[in-house]
């Protein structure tokens, strides 16, 4: 918009100020210059354990996500590959037909206010944090008790996973507390590190996705707050059809 300052461009070979650009055609910024690769975990699974919501206390929800590569490419996935406990808000007694069903993460469409393309869910509220020693931050995940997971099976291969693209749930201002706030991310049975999911603006003025590195050391960036957590990733449960998990 015209109210935003200009950003510096990046000087060329010749001494002049003209961004160069991608492939995709977007103008190249300092850091993708930079920083055309990650450094990423070889794994046969994802997991993604969601601690907590942008303040809704029953529904948690995504619009998008894209695994990426160590080249910072999208991971291309297929709608089986992915699961989640609970799965949508079908699983609630009463309730057919929802269309916000986890297959719309990986339907290709981010950036929208448009429901019928996005993710939701019960909400499982975890049990309060208790203080078990100083530690880092004097405060232990117990990844034990029962909350919603998201788990991403690549079907008996290996792949290199740097990260994520993520678009928070977006429907419209209100309802961007329904977002993902604390995740925690597992590699096969390997914890890598808890993030914060930035919340949805509400509106589609911009293209919100976030870019999540998982080897972003977490007490490096002020968006990402360490937790203690078990080294055994949690399973999915047993999914029942009907599974009221309001709580």
């Known amino acids: 918009g015209g109210s935003r300052p200009p950003t ?18 977007r103008p190249l910024t300092r850091a993708s210059v930079e920083r055309p690769r990650a450094r990423g975990t070889m794994c046969s699974s994802i997991t993604l354990v969601i601690h907590s919501t942008w303040g809704d206390p029953s529904y948690v929800g995504l619009t ?45 469409v981010g950036c929208t206010t ?8 019960p909400f499982v509220k975890a049990p ?4 078990v020693d100083a530690g880092m931050l004097g405060k232990t995940v117990d990844f034990a008790q029962r909350r919603n997971l998201i788990r991403i099976d690549f079907r008996g291969e290996r792949k290199e996973v740097a990260g994520f693209n993520m678009w ?3 429907k419209n201002v209100e309802a961007t507390s329904r ?13 890598i590190a808890t993030f914060l999911c930035r919340k ?8 919100f996705k976030q870019v999540v590195l ?5 007490s490096a960036d002020a968006n990402v707050r360490r937790v203690g957590a078990t080294p055994t990733v949690p399973r999915l449960p047993s999914r029942g059809r009907r599974d009221d998990s309001r709580r």
């Not at 448009?114 to 869910?121: P, Q, T």
Request: aromatic share 6%; with cysteine.
């Open 8 to 25: 510096a461009g990046l000087q060329g070979r010749s001494g002049d100020d003209t961004p160069r650009t991608g492939a995709d055609g």
């Open 128 to 131: 309060p944090a208790v203080n």
């Open 200 to 207: 949805a603006p509400g509106h589609v003025h911009f293209d």
């Open 214 to 218: 998982l080897d972003q050391p977490p």
């Open 64 to 108: 998008a996500m894209e695994l990426l590569s160590a080249s910072l490419e999208p991971i291309p996935l297929e709608p089986d590959m992915v699961e989640a406990s609970p799965r949508d808000l079908n699983d609630l007694q009463g309730v057919d037909d929802d269309p916000r069903t986890l297959d719309k993460i990986l339907d290709g």
């Open 168 to 170: 928070n749930y977006n």
């Open 179 to 191: 977002g993902v706030r604390e995740f925690s991310v597992f590699c096969d049975e390997r914890y």
């Open 114 to 121: 448009d429901d019928a393309h996005m993710w939701l869910a």
